[in-house]
């Protein structure tokens, strides 16, 4: 492969929803850039995006792949994002990394889910983008209700600037009203002949071609006066007008094509390189990598995918990762295809590439030449949607499975892991069903783990409403040193805003504690613990008063409701007992963590449930649907309003209404909704509720006992 500069260099990332044809459009511009001499199949399983033994088995997309394209002198490269919202880490990395966006509709269902979601994030990201509207040549292909939902979707920015002359099986021309001309095809080659448009299609043609004109005038005084004054723009001046209007996000052009035979394939890789922006990378300053993908491939090992952000890369050069200041060698530079790379010997600003075998770097880190500090930041990847627990049926796997999880976790943002210390539960959070029921096939097959998933426990909060007292005295002698200890206290909940008084009613007498110490903790798993002495008289010595603490903190770890955390508690010891000989610490420990059970039992004990605000995007046939299902799940509906045709709901709902809502979404609506749901605060859970999480946590006690 030549060495390219900036300039020549194109960024595209393709999205659109399953089914849309992006793998096969994959193929066919790698076959006419001469990447590839024969193109692949979805049936035949060997396409170059679709190339892992999990995609070929469910014919689908699931991983982001990298590719390129050489043509016309210049070098365009592709990340192939998976159409589906369960992966959509592809269309997030792939909307950073790249300058251009090619949207792919199927011709034959118009707009889609997977278009809808993916739009929206090239709105929020604000890139350029192209639509290309495949599969013109089936049965089903519908030009104009394509258009019609394009239209719907995303307003006036879908303008066409091709037509087909005859859509369905039949197929094989397209107006062209940029260049005046109508291509034809014969046979899947990709080999065109330009025509003049025939009559029949004239004045649409000429009617589009106005249109384009003033779309294009529009984002340029000189070419808005020029078109005022000549009543017409130059195909170079409609190039410049759209490049403006492409680039700020205010023309989405409308191609058409057939991926499968190769049909006008070929001119939208050349309106890449005539309108769609090149990088805007620095070419002259000092060396900077961005680490955008990581992989475990067969063969290669650990590969490093990245886009040069500054000056260029080279074979040998020596980097620093700033996140670890560890030293990196690029002994290897490859242009990826797929599994497929090949080798070049430099890449500038602007371009991506891959290599292998570094030894200590991980996805959003970036890599300097010696002495640069910059830092990129890293890509925000959307939040979990689905938590699901997963042991291994063998316990003899724990620690593989814990490495399998680990490695699957680097390779994709928007899987994360953690082991809950309160839950004592390895969580995985993904973004759907899907997502996991894959990351479990490559558990089961690669790794050769057998699992399980379930429910997850839910992180509830234990804490009191009222004032209590309570008194436990530990003792224990079996021969040799004895145990004994004897705690009072008096527990009550800490309300934001009131201070203590230390006056309370213990044992029907008002009493006024004297506060000899205080301490306050933040908890980490939020809320408060206030620990106060208050023991005169030396009825406990104070070197006790560290062991009492200790037993209390235990109990707060472990609320004596359900075993979850406890918080906003004051605890008071006020008197008690000690033995000149048999008082110890563990003595000690034990009264405290019974006498704060009993009086917690008693002081209007209540368990607080994380409450999510979930904000749902469906269409609007699916609404009632989906407010009836919030409902059911103890949902309260906080706001509804509408956004580019789909009807949003924000509701507040308990997390543990919310254990595979994602899939109930997806069934209510079709698989055209979406949402996102965020934690906001703890919340009292329903009597009726908790007795039913105190009657599961006694029985589940008996169990372990």
Same mark, same amino acid.
């Given at each position: 492969?030549k ?9 595209? !990332? ?18 006419? /850039? ?16 679709d ?7 469910y014919?689908?997309? #699931? ?18 994002a ?6 959509i880490?592809?269309? *997030? ?9 090619? =949207?792919?509709?199927n ?6 889910v997977?278009?809808e979601?993916? +739009? ?7 890139k ?21 939902t394009?239209h ?6 879908a303008?066409a ?6 859509p ?9 009203v ?11 080659d ?16 000429? @009617? =589009? ?5 003033? $779309? ?18 130059? @195909?170079?001046?409609?190039? %410049?007008g759209?490049? #403006? ?5 205010? !023309? ?6 057939s ?5 006008? !394939? ?7 390189i @005539?309108?769609a ?43 620093i ?14 242009a990826?295809?797929?599994? %497929? ?5 430099e ?7 891959c290599?292998v075998?570094?030894?200590? !770097? ?10 640069n500090d ?7 990847f ?7 627990? $997963? ?11 814990g ?6 976790a680097?390779?994709?943002p928007?899987m994360?892991?953690?082991?809950s %210390?309160?839950?004592r539960?390895t ?8 997502h996991?029921?894959i ?18 426990? $839910?992180?509830?909060?234990?804490? $009191? ?6 008194q436990?005295?530990?003792?224990k002698q079996?021969?040799?040193? /004895? ?12 309300v ?7 006056k ?8 006024q504690l004297? *506060?000899?110490?205080k301490?306050?903790f ?7 613990f ?7 008289g ?6 006790? =008063?560290?062991?009492i ?9 472990? +609320? ?5 955390y406890a ?13 000149p000989?048999?008082?110890?610490e ?16 008693i002081?209007?004990?209540? *368990?607080?449930e994380?409450i999510?605000m ?11 649907d989906v =407010?009836?299902?919030?409902q ?7 706001g ?10 924000k ?19 079709s ?8 934690? *906001?605060?703890?919340?009292q859970?329903p009597?009726d509720?908790?007795?039913k ?7 589940e006690? %008996?169990?372990?006992?």
């Open positions: 492969m060495n390219y500069t900036t300039d020549k260099v194109r960024n595209v !990332v393709l999205l659109g929803g399953t089914r849309s044809g992006k793998t096969t459009l994959a193929e066919t511009i790698m076959f006419e /850039g001469k990447v590839i001499d024969r193109r692949g199949t979805i049936e035949g399983k060997n396409t170059v995006s190339n892992t033994e999990v995609e070929q088995l014919q689908r997309s #699931i991983y982001s792949t990298p590719f390129y394209a050489e043509f016309m002198d210049h070098k365009l490269n592709f990340i192939d998976a159409g589906a919202d369960d992966f880490e592809g269309v *997030i990395l792939g909307l950073n990394v790249c300058d251009t966006a090619i =949207m792919v509709v011709a034959g269902q118009g707009v889609e997977g278009t979601i993916h +739009g929206r994030y090239v709105e929020q990201y604000k350029p983008m192209i639509i290309a509207v495949n599969q013109l040549d089936t049965e089903k292909a519908n030009w104009d209700n394509t258009l019609d394009l719907q979707s995303f307003g006036s920015k303008v600037v091709q037509f087909p002359a005859n369905g099986m039949e197929f094989n021309s397209i107006i062209d940029l260049k005046m001309k109508m291509y034809k095809f014969s046979g899947e990709g080999k065109r002949e330009e025509c003049d448009i025939p009559a029949e299609f004239e004045d649409k043609a000429m @009617e =589009m071609r106005a249109s384009l004109m003033e $779309i294009a005038a529009e984002g340029d005084e000189a070419l808005m006066e020029k078109f005022f004054d000549a009543g017409e723009l130059s @195909e170079e001046d409609l190039h %410049k759209l490049n #403006i209007g492409i680039e700020k996000g205010d !023309v989405y052009p409308i191609f058409c094509v991926a499968k035979k190769d049909m006008g !394939v070929k001119r939208i890789m050349e309106f890449l @005539e309108v922006p090149a990088p805007k990378e620095n070419p002259a300053g000092p060396t900077s990598l961005f680490v955008y993908k990581t992989s475990l491939e067969q063969h290669l090992g650990d590969v490093t995918y990245f886009k040069v952000v500054s000056g260029k890369i080279t074979e040998g050069q020596d980097m990762n700033v996140s670890n200041d560890g030293k990196e060698r690029i002994t290897t530079l490859y990826a295809a797929g599994k %497929k790379k090949e080798k070049v010997t890449l500038v600003a602007g371009d991506l590439g290599t075998k570094l030894k200590n !770097v991980k996805t959003n880190q970036t890599l300097n030449a010696p002495g910059t830092e990129f930041p890293p890509i925000a959307p939040p979990a949607k689905y938590r699901t627990a $997963i042991k291994a049926t063998d316990e003899k796997d724990d620690e593989k499975l490495e399998a999880l680990n490695r699957a680097a390779e994709d928007t994360r892991i953690e082991y %210390k309160e839950l539960q969580i995985i959070n993904g973004m759907g069903e899907q996991i029921n990351l479990k096939w490559h558990l089961n097959n690669d790794s050769k783990i057998n699992i399980e998933l379930f429910a997850p426990k $839910i992180p509830y909060r234990e804490t $009191i409403t009222k004032v209590a007292t309570a436990y005295r530990h003792k079996s021969g040799g040193a /004895g145990q004994f200890g004897e705690v009072h206290l008096l527990v009550e909940p800490i934001e805003g009131v201070e203590p008084t230390g309370f009613k213990i044992d029907g007498k008002e009493t004297t *506060i000899k110490g301490e306050e933040t908890l980490d798993w939020g809320g408060k206030e620990f106060y002495n208050c023991v005169v030396g009825a406990i010595d104070a070197s006790f =008063m560290p062991a603490k200790k037993g209390l903190m235990q109990k707060m770890e472990e +609320g004596p409701l359900t075993g979850s918080r906003d508690i004051r605890v008071y010891v006020y008197d008690g007992k000690m033995h000989v048999d008082s110890k563990i003595a000690f420990i034990i009264a405290a963590r019974n006498a704060f059970k009993e009086a917690f039992k002081a209007g004990p209540k *368990i607080m994380p999510y979930v904000e749902i995007m469906v269409p609007g046939d699916c609404m009632g =407010m009836s299902d919030i059911n799940r103890r949902g309260i509906i906080e509804m309003g509408s956004e580019k045709g789909f009807q949003v709901l509701a507040r709902v308990p997390l543990a209404e919310l254990y595979r809502y994602s899939t109930t979404l997806s069934s209510i609506s698989g055209r909704g979406t949402f996102t749901m965020e934690f *906001i605060e703890y919340q859970v009597m509720v908790q007795e999480l105190l009657k599961a946590y006694e029985e006690s %008996k169990e372990e006992e």
